[in-house]
């Protein structure tokens, strides 16, 4: 961990020299504020099964600012995915606004998308979605294969994007030869390389286990610590206690949107996990004091109590 | 320049597509390597032989033109060989009138006794001619002279021989001025003319032994000699009008009414070239059937392997989309991928060709054979063609799919 650390801090070091976009972004790590880099308004989303019309998204409205980190939650079926999916421009609403940098992606054409997608998103997929037949450099480097702006020195960009992510000596692997986590680092390498202005992830840490799950995690936090603005889809409150806002939905609306330290559910739930501790701690006092802020490890450890 | 990069990249990308799938691929392109091979080695094979054939003929002569008595079809009992022999007056005449011809000579072939010494044969073949005989044959002498226009009205009792005969009678090589019974009159030998041996095509086999005399000296045997006229055009082009003229000429002499059927035959080696070269036409016409077929067949398989292609990587397509290639460029892509495929195809069945071809050279009537330029533009364009036109249905199904779908796709 430690080398990655420092590699980091090494690329924080040299984003002062990077594109507007990210020295605004750093100028504003702590407290977000200016534009909203996502707005919508009344986004609704209808599929249609058959002759049955399923209302996926019933009326988003939903403003994320530049350096955000925010948890979207809800249980299968409440819209999430799609959400998301809009988000990453992959999917159109069926109704409603959804401008992305000031941007109408809802006014757009798909050639129009893909240039959005290409230039201003980057997308971590749960099941990694790495293309076996290239290596890590290739994998990573592939968005920019689709871009303008990167057609010389593409190879290059891919290499500091993968040191940035602490795979640099892991670069000429394919996915075969990798670790699961090593997968998901490529793949946010891939996500990150065209310095988009959002990170969408879906259920990042979904394949994988939980230790492996915070390196992850740690990766993400550090991101947004450079900067970056981060969009995270999950269902573990353990994950989502990492970003600083939690939306919640459910049957494709809104129920609740508050920073993660007034969130009453994530903090009825932080408290259990803590009680969780004290018992476990007065069980046993030979047992090592549990650290509350990794709930997850608490009650896991509790469950294994006789 | 932004389009050669990227042209340059799909490239790159298909060929590496195609090198993961080597042996698919190839079986794929089968139809396109046989049909590419077979176009290559037929055309080149047509070509050598087309090339030999017209060498065969000009060896014979491109400007020669015949002029013989042919009994018209279905007409036999209307004439007798004797009203359509040609005679001596129309072919004095004939040059005159026939402004096309440069120079002509009756040709009267009769066999008669031979002499020389000992020697007796029974039946030898002594061909009366005119000087410009020489001319038209292309037949100079190797010893003493020609035939003379002197000869000719002189009615000469002299003849020439090839040295054929010259061995058939074992005569001295050196015989000019030796006497020879032809048909029991004596003949001086004035020269001996070379030998011309004559392709196998139009029946000339070894060389026979020859004996030419002058056609007045001819005549005076054979008061009414059958006889034919060899005679020459000022260039190659001119037969169907050196046709018409004699035509003309020889009805007109013959008081030929308009609706009686000529009583005499024209025809050019030139005419018989175009007869082939019609023949080798219609052969390249029944090749591009061949060549169409194959192709066909190679790009259907083309289709089905980019079908193939596409469903294997829809996921691929799905991700690729997901980070921003444009529908255009998945387009570009599979189009790229399958022409690339044709292209290489169509690049081995060019070198199979070329090495049939290459083969085919060690055979004696078809050394002429090469591969010409169309002949390889063709290849490469008709596989490039196949593979835009077969490649485009699956390219547009796979810039088609909707990248949410296509990412779930399993």
């Known amino acids: 961990m430690s080398h990655q650390s420092s590699s980091l801090n090494g690329d924080t070091h040299r984003a002062s020299a990077a594109p507007a976009r990210e020295s605004d972004a750093g100028a504003g790590r702590t407290n977000p504020t200016g534009k909203p880099v996502i707005r919508i308004r009344g986004l609704t989303k209808v599929y249609r099964i058959g002759t049955e019309k399923v209302h996926a998204l019933r009326g988003i409205d939903l403003d994320v600012m530049r350096n955000e980190y925010v948890a979207i939650m809800g249980a299968s079926g409440s819209g999430k995915s799609t959400l998301m999916n809009i988000l990453g421009c992959l999917d159109r609403a069926t109704k409603g606004a959804y401008e992305l940098n000031g941007k109408p992606t809802h006014k757009m054409g798909a050639t129009s998308l893909a240039k959005v997608r290409n230039e201003e998103i980057g997308f971590v997929f749960q099941s990694f979605e790495l293309l076996p037949r290239l290596n890590a450099i290739e994998n990573v480097a592939m968005p920019l294969l689709y871009s303008p702006r990167y057609w010389w020195g593409a190879t290059r960009r891919a290499k500091q994007t993968l040191q940035r992510v602490g795979l640099g000596d892991r670069m000429k692997h394919r996915p075969n030869q990798l670790s699961g986590g090593q997968r998901q680092r490529v793949a946010i390498a891939r996500a990150l390389v065209g310095t988009p202005s959002i990170l969408l992830a879906d259920e990042p840490t979904g394949n994988l286990d939980s230790k492996t799950s915070e390196e992850i995690i740690e990766l993400f936090r550090q991101l947004h610590a450079e900067g970056q603005t981060i969009i995270i889809v999950t269902h573990e409150e353990d994950i989502a206690g990492y970003a600083g806002r939690i939306v919640r939905l459910r049957d494709g609306m809104i129920v609740s949107d508050h920073p993660t330290s007034e969130d009453p559910i994530h903090q009825a739930y932080l408290q259990r996990a803590a009680e969780t501790a004290a018992t476990l701690a007065h069980h046993s006092p030979t047992t090592p004091a549990v650290d509350a802020t990794a709930p997850a490890a608490v009650i896991a450890a509790a469950e294994e109590m006789p | 320049m932004i389009i050669f990069r990227l042209l340059y990249q799909t490239v790159v990308l298909a060929l590496g597509q195609i090198w993961a799938n080597k042996f698919r691929a190839l079986l794929t392109t089968l139809g396109i390597i046989i049909g590419v091979a077979a176009v290559v080695t037929v055309v080149a094979a047509t070509g050598g032989l087309e090339k ?32 359509l022999r040609i005679t001596p007056k129309e072919a004095d005449g004939m040059l005159d009138r026939c402004p096309s011809l440069s120079r002509l000579t009756p040709v009267l072939e009769m066999s008669t006794s031979g002499q020389v010494g000992d020697i007796y044969k029974p039946v030898v073949g002594v061909q ?14 190797l010893q003493g002279r020609q035939i003379s226009s002197i000869d000719d009205e002189q009615r000469s009792p002299v003849c020439i021989i090839n ?13 000019v001025g030796q006497t020879m019974l032809l048909g029991g009159r004596a003949f001086k030998i004035v020269g001996v003319v070379e030998t011309k041996t004559v392709s196998p095509m139009f ?34 082009e001119l037969h169907e009008d050196a046709k018409a003229e004699v035509g003309f000429y020889l009805r007109r002499a ?3 009414k308009p609706d009686e059927p000529d009583t005499f ?21 029944f090749l591009a059937g061949i060549v169409a077929i194959s192709l066909l067949v190679g790009g259907i398989g083309i289709m089905n392997i980019m079908l193939v292609s596409v469903s294997e990587r829809t996921r691929e397509i799905g991700l690729r989309k997901a980070v921003g290639a444009k529908p255009a460029i998945i387009l570009l892509q599979f ?9 290489l195809g169509g690049a081995i069945g060019l070198l199979i060709g070329y090495s049939a071809v290459i083969a085919m050279k060690f055979s004696a009537s078809l050394s002429g054979a090469t591969v010409p330029m169309w002949a390889i533009g063709l290849s490469v364009g008709f596989s490039a063609g196949t593979g835009l036109l077969f490649g485009m249905f699956p390219a547009i199904k796979a810039a088609r799919l909707d990248p949410i779908e296509a990412l779930r796709h399993e």
Not at chain 2, 59 to 78: C, E, L, T
Not at chain 2, 164 to 174: C, H, M, P, S, V
């Open chain 2, 163 to 175: 040295d054929k005969a010259i061995a058939e009678f074992q005569l001295d090589t050196n015989c």
């Open chain 2, 128 to 141: 009366a001619v005119r000087p410009a005989w020489h001319d038209i044959e292309e037949r100079s002498v």
């Open chain 2, 203 to 236: 029946g000339g086999d070894e060389a026979r032994s020859e004996i030419f005399i002058p056609f007045g000296t001819g005549l005076s045997q054979r008061p009414e000699p059958r006889m034919y006229i060899i005679a020459q055009t000022k260039s190659p």
């Open chain 2, 265 to 285: 035959g024209v025809e050019a080696i030139e005419q018989i070239i175009s007869g082939f070269k019609k023949v080798a036409a219609g052969l390249s016409v």
């Open chain 2, 254 to 256: 013959r008081g030929l």
């Open chain 2, 52 to 83: 030999f054939v017209l060498k065969e003929f000009a060896s014979v002569g491109a400007n020669k033109v015949w002029i013989f008595p042919r009994m018209p079809p279905k007409q036999r009992d209307r004439y007798s060989w004797r009203q």
């Open chain 2, 335 to 343: 189009l790229v991928e399958a022409v690339t495929l044709c292209l």
